[in-house]
């Protein structure tokens, strides 16, 4: 008991701090999201100032939704990486450029944001347990798993352009990860950005005209980024095949963000999931991505690098949360910041994204084991076959990443995603119940 009261005296005297103290842990909460925040965008192509800009805003949108109670940051999501890829693949059998295909990308993650405002409502209505069991880790690990391996080619071709950058880049973040103390532990992607990005420009491996070209201040949203070209001339079957792609990775994010909520409400010590309530925060995230991806920002998703800040500075109070959205949106108006992150070297993105996209994997696979899933099962094994073979075989398939159904194409994420949450409906000896294991259903951090 001692130990809630003190929590909830860092809640509400965090003010006392005073406000250079306030004003500089929201500097480190920006951050700490920072790195992998601006990470998505260089891998993706989509537009950095944006990015920053609406995971501040979207970290604000958050915090209003939830009554300013819970002290999350919302940043880029990587679960919906493999999704951007595909539809840009899938826009070049149209004949698109992959700057002429993201803004497809955006508008299936605009209704992904959609299924959050839905399995909100289900839950405000029937409870989680009763609305989480469509979505037990037989499914939601094995679709983890295959959103980092069907990345994985996309690592290893970026970082066979130099393989010397590549390797440090993975050396500084496995170092400042396993080895790291305080906030070195907290931002290992960041660092090994940095190492290897320093490192590439020595080398004479970066191009910074761009970044001498770009004025200091400007706006972070241009319509060229946003989703006005699709709405102008639109092409629906890449619209349909889009939505259908990336609509069912938001089952994926769902759970992550739901781990997320039971692990800042174990680190504050309050219950999040009742009060403000799991559908408000479903709500907030939602709102935040689907606004997010009509002006060309990816999906946001909250932040365990975070998370692991409030542990650290033991200062729970959302204001400095806030306090980091806003220093977020002050950087998005700066494009010579984003076009030195643009200039980032393929190498040092391959890199970390080797990192990166193994660790996702690792997620599914820690989501399957910490919940115990029985593959003793037939059904279970069925399951998880199904959807490791589907996902993975359609991306490297001979016939391309995707698979013609007649009106549309669909990607291999979006099949074994349908089918896995199909047969696991429809198949008998399903015993998962969401909170029996907290354990497990906390394991689904998809950040590093």
Known sequence: MRKTNSKEACITDARSLG????LLLGLQHMFAMFGATVLVPAITGLSVSATLLFAGL?????????????PAFLG????FLGGY?????????YGLTKAESLPYACIGVFFA???????AALIKAFGTKSV???????????????????????????????????????AIVIVSNIWGKGMIKIIPILLGVIGSYALAACMGEVNFSGVHSASWIGLPVQEKDTIIPVIQNPNFSLIIASILTIMPIALATIVEHIGDMCAISSTVGKKFLTEPGLHRTLTGDGLATALSSLFGAPANTTYGENTGVLNLTRVYDSRVIRIAAVFAILFSFSPKFAALVSAMPTATMGGVSLVLYGMISAVGVRNVV??????????????????????IGIQYGAEGSSINIGF??????????????????ILPGKDYEFGKNEKGDTSMNLEL
């Open 85 to 93: 890829a595909t539809v840009v693949t899938l826009g070049n059998d």
């Open 113 to 119: 944001g959609l299924i959050y405002f839905l399995v």
């Open 19 to 22: 406000r250079p103290k306030m």
């Open 370 to 391: 910490e919940n115990q899933v029985d593959f003793t099962k037939s059904r279970n094994v069925i399951i998880a076959a199904l959807i490791l073979v589907l996902a």
């Open 58 to 70: 979207g970290t604000l949108i958050f915090h209003m939704v939830t009554k300013y109670k819970v």
């Open 408 to 425: 549309t194409s669909l990607s291999g994420l979006a099949v074994a995603a349908l089918v896995g949450v199909g047969l696991n409906a």
């Open 76 to 79: 880029s999501s990587f679960a």
């Open 132 to 170: 989480m069991k469509f979505f037990p880790p037989i499914v939601t690990g094995p679709i983890i798993i295959s959103i980092g391996l069907t990345l994985s080619g996309t690592a290893i071709s970026s970082s066979q352009t130099n393989w010397i950058i590549a390797v440090v880049a993975i």
